[in-house]
């Protein structure tokens, strides 16, 4: 297989770097403000926007592309603090429900004006509509072909 043309290399570096820089950032400022991780607040709002504010666990896995057992010990962790509540699923007694806890919703409430601020500034502010449509377009052929691959696994 050949090596990467020059486009494609400084593309590709591009996003590693992306990859790497973007979720420490957003990370931080996280544990500073709202006091939960970027993985914390991506679970809260998952559930936030299920309906009934509850999913299955292995939904919730889907919903926030990690790991089943990931997410099992981040839920674990939000149940401790009383973001999460998590009860047995009624309809099959080997499945679990997360739900969004009260407290939850008001750590999201609190978290999101500085993270909406973030995004802006970080991303959204260096990127033209024009830019935003191309992006979203080529970022969605990305993410279709890597869950059919994640998917066959």
């Not at 970027?38 to 999913?55: I, K, N, R």
């Not at 099959?92 to 973030?118: F, Q």
């Amino acid at each position: 297989m050949p090596g990467l043309d020059g486009d494609e290399e400084i593309l590709w570096r591009s996003l590693v770097e992306l990859l790497l820089r973007l979720p420490r950032v957003l990370d931080e400022n996280f544990e500073r403000e709202a006091k939960v991780s970027m993985t914390d607040y991506a679970v809260l709002v998952a559930l936030s926007e299920a309906p009934a504010g509850e999913l299955r666990m292995g939904e919730l896995a889907e919903a926030t592309a990690l790991s089943r057992s990931r997410t099992s010990r981040v839920v674990d962790d939000l149940v401790r603090r009383s973001l999460v509540t998590r009860r047995k699923c009624e309809q099959d007694g080997r499945s679990s429900l997360a739900a969004v806890a009260p407290e939850g919703m008001a750590v999201l409430a609190a978290a999101y004006p500085g993270h909406l601020a973030r995004v802006r500034s970080l991303v959204l502010d260096h990127i033209t509509k024009n830019e935003m449509r191309t992006m979203t377009q080529a970022l969605t052929r990305v993410l279709v072909a890597l869950r059919e691959t994640t998917a066959s696994d």
